[in-house]
């Protein structure tokens, strides 16, 4: 296996559960759900040849990611209205909640996050993953500062969401 | 100001809560890897197989065009499929390539690139637009000049009447590739209105 395999394979094993997790809250299909996680790693596979170490492997493969998403759901705007859209995830989730058991708590959460506009979508799924201000700010391009106020927006509108049901 | 933060708690808890579970259900890093080598392989046959088959049409035309001396009227017709098949191979090259280039940018640098490039496709969609009127417009000329030919001048050949029915199913084909611009072009505004407010 070649040391490019083996660099990937680990990437793979350390960030599929939090790439599914991103997939999840940017596709609400189960199919598309799927080819948007693939999609991602297969960013990640041509992008890798490319990292530079500017900077942390960490933020490279979540500018990556969230980047093939972004464009995924800029790409599914296409097809229908913001609003149809929007329709349309809250239609597919009971498809979700069916899918697994196992992804029920975390099925709900996903789709409050998703009626989420991106930046803060984005924001909220890095703060739950445990990532610091400066590297939210490096992966969306916003100052430390603006995360913070963004973030702060995310929060109180999510709570909104959760407790309207 | 508590209050959010134990909610913002319950959300980080129930986020994580099945990570297990979850873990195990994904697909192993083996399996995904041999699925992105697949994919992988079938975009670079697609790509492959676009231009094999773009240069076989392209060879046959051209020579048709200079070996099989066709008339003044076929050689615009063959020019015509000429710069269909050239359009449609660069086409189907360039969206697989763009398709599978990763952008490692900024989120916020990726979509002004995004919105850059969708008001870029919809410039190119008009411009497609006009092509396709003209190249309308001249196969509706061959098949004005064919029909005068056949009315006031001498009986038509069977060759006639063969271009003449390429020519009204290009005509129909344009037509159609007009309508599918203009929905495309309402697409890539409703994706521009998309990017526009995030």
Known sequence: ?165 | MQHQQDSWDDIMQNWHSKDDQLQQQLPTPDTLIAQINKRNRNNKIEVIMALVAGVLAGGYIVWEMYLGLPSIADKILYSIFLALIVLGVANSYVSLSRSIVASADRTKDHVTVLLNQSEYKVKELRIGQIIMTIMCLVILFIVGVIAYIGLFERPLEYKHYLVAGICSACSILFIGNYIWFKRQIKQFKRQIHFLSVQ
């Open chain 1, 1 to 165: 296996m070649s040391n490019y395999q083996q660099a990937f394979e680990s990437v793979v094993a350390k960030y599929k559960l939090s790439l599914f997790k991103i997939a999840a809250t940017f596709e609400a299909d189960p199919t598309l759900q799927m080819d948007l996680f693939q999609d991602m790693l297969l960013a990640i596979w041509q992008a890798l040849g490319k990292f530079k170490q500017q900077s942390s492997l960490h933020t490279f493969i979540y500018k990556v990611a969230y980047n093939q998403a972004v464009s995924h759901v800029a790409k599914q705007s296409r097809k229908q209205d913001i609003t149809q859209l929007h329709d349309h995830i809250a239609c597919q989730r009971s498809d979700i909640e069916s899918y697994t058991n196992t992804l029920q708590s975390l099925a709900h959460i996903t789709s409050k996050i998703s009626s989420l506009p991106i930046i803060q979508r984005q924001l909220v799924v890095m703060s739950l993953e445990g990532m610091s201000y400066t590297d939210m700010a490096e992966i969306t391009g916003l100052s430390v500062s603006h995360v913070g106020v963004q973030l702060n927006r995310a929060k109180t509108k999510l709570k909104q969401l959760l407790e309207d049901k």
